[in-house]
């Protein structure tokens, strides 16, 4: 099922994919396609019933040498403290009361509330600085963040479209000034045809392999296929209007499509590729936020971002998979 | 691979269009002048680029863009918070669409303009910020 293709070669690897997949199976927009040009038919759309990966809690004890021996950076002369370099490049506060930058898809009350991060599940979420700014994600195996397809992939030129992958840090954990879990690198980027070639929201998803294994010390997330509206969600991440600080808002699922899942939770920017999740014997992710409110419908009235569908949840279930 | 997309550029944006304006705290050209594609990064092609700097010509670094849409119809647009770099420059690939860019950094006034953004278009927006800080 596997193609290897370079860009220019692209339209043809996606006509041979599609013609080797079930004619259900999303017309190849769910596809896989990596930094490298690769480009994967996604599999196993056919499953029914509800999928679910288990989420692992991680290490018990925490210590500097546990983390260096995953391959994370913590010896970097900064005392686990961004430097004031970093902090002000990040951070980019808004003046207090002189803007209203990330704040107009805050839907009445601004229910957000602060989230500190030494111990699971919070420090599995993840800050993601790379060259055009900042977004979040969420560990999902011991080397792999989820996040939005945006995070990564500027939505067109399929390979020739991923963000520069040598620009890319991850921080689990992140708290404020403090980055108590050091940060790692990224091996490879990952999303799906749907969102590199279209910059179709409803496959705007994507994951990020990491240069170290923080995820044994962190812990990581679940991810299930189970139906959305009505659980409660919880979209959780690092807001653009705090320094640095990861921030949480409650709701519950209100809307749902086939491959979009809709909520009222407070987002602002920066919060992409956060997870939408709950908590049922541990965190469960249902969704990864991508958007504020826009357009008509559904769209107008929640934020809203990717369902974990059947083919999402075999795609991060590969992602997690490769080494 | 940079010279073809050089060339795309240059077929896909043949004119030339600036707007200036000046205002407090604000100064902001708007063009679909590519002279600086070889500066934007891989792959984008559509949106907004451009470079923030203080009154002095210094690079403001972190700086946060903000498009939001406006009008009835309008795109989706992802929430990522996309920042100036090191040189004050940033690239925010964009729908087609008319939009309200906040620029905001801390230790400086907010800017805002009313943007559009065509198809296949790569509008320079450069602001100039003021400190809050009257000297």
């Given amino acids: ?323 | 691979m940079l010279l073809a997309r050089c060339l795309v550029y240059c077929l896909l944006v043949p004119g030339l269009m600036s707007v200036g304006c000046a205002q407090e705290g604000l100064e902001i050209t708007v063009s679909n002048d590519v002279k600086n594609s070889e500066e934007t990064m891989p792959g984008i092609t559509q949106g907004l680029t451009g470079l923030v700097e203080t009154g002095d010509g210094r690079p403001v670094t972190g700086a946060m863009i903000v498009p939001v849409p406006l009008g009835d119809d309008t795109p989706a647009i992802p929430e990522i918070a996309i920042l100036t770099d090191a040189a004050g420059r940033y690239n925010w690939p964009l729908p087609p669409g008319t939009y309200e860019v906040s620029v905001s950094a801390e230790g400086y006034r907010t800017a805002k303009r009313r943007v559009e953004v065509g198809a296949d278009k790569l509008v320079t927006l450069n602001v100039m910020l003021s400190s809050i800080h009257k000297e």
């Avoid at chain 1, 996606?14 to 996604?42: F, K, N, W």
């Avoid at chain 1, 288990?54 to 004890?61: E, I, Q, V």
């Fill in chain 1, 1 to 323: 099922m596997t193609k290897q293709s370079k860009f220019y070669s692209l339209p043809l690897a996606l006509i041979m994919a599609g013609a080797m997949v079930p004619l259900h199976a999303y017309s190849g927009q769910e596809d896989r396609l990596s930094d490298d040009g690769t480009i994967e038919a996604v599999a196993g759309t056919e499953a029914t019933g509800t999928q679910s990966l288990k989420p692992f809690s991680g290490s018990a004890a925490v210590t500097n040498e546990a983390l260096n021996s995953e391959g994370v950076s913590v010896y970097d002369g900064s005392g686990g403290k961004f430097t004031d370099e970093e902090f002000a490049r990040l951070s980019a506060l808004p003046v207090p009361g002189a803007t209203e930058a990330g704040t107009e898809i805050i839907l009445g009350k601004d229910t957000r509330e602060r989230t500190y991060t030494t111990t699971y599940p919070a420090r599995a979420k993840v800050l993601i600085t790379f060259s055009a700014g900042r977004c979040s994600g969420v560990m999902i195996g011991k080397n792999t963040v989820a996040t939005a397809g945006h995070c990564i992939h500027t939505g067109s030129g399929g390979s020739g479209g991923f963000y520069p992958k040598s620009s890319f840090r991850i921080y689990a954990g992140a708290d404020g000034a403090s980055k108590p879990f050091g940060f790692c690198t990224a091996k490879s980027l990952h999303t799906v045809v749907g969102w590199a070639n279209g910059a179709n929201e409803e496959f705007d998803y994507g994951a990020i392999k990491l240069n170290c294994t923080v995820g044994n010390t962190v812990g990581w997330y679940g991810f299930s296929t189970v139906k959305p509206k009505g659980k409660p969600s919880i979209v959780q991440g690092y807001p653009g209007d705090k320094p640095l600080q990861q921030w949480f808002s409650a709701d519950k699922v209100a809307q749902m499509t086939t491959n979009q899942i809709f909520y009222k939770n407070d987002t602002t920017g920066g919060m992409s590729g956060s997870p939408v999740w709950y908590d049922k014997k541990g965190p469960f992710m249902i969704g990864i936020h991508g958007y504020r409110t826009h357009g008509s419908s559904v769209h107008k009235k929640f934020n809203h971002g990717k369902r974990i569908t059947s083919a999402t949840f075999n795609n991060l279930k590969n992602w997690k998979s490769l080494p």
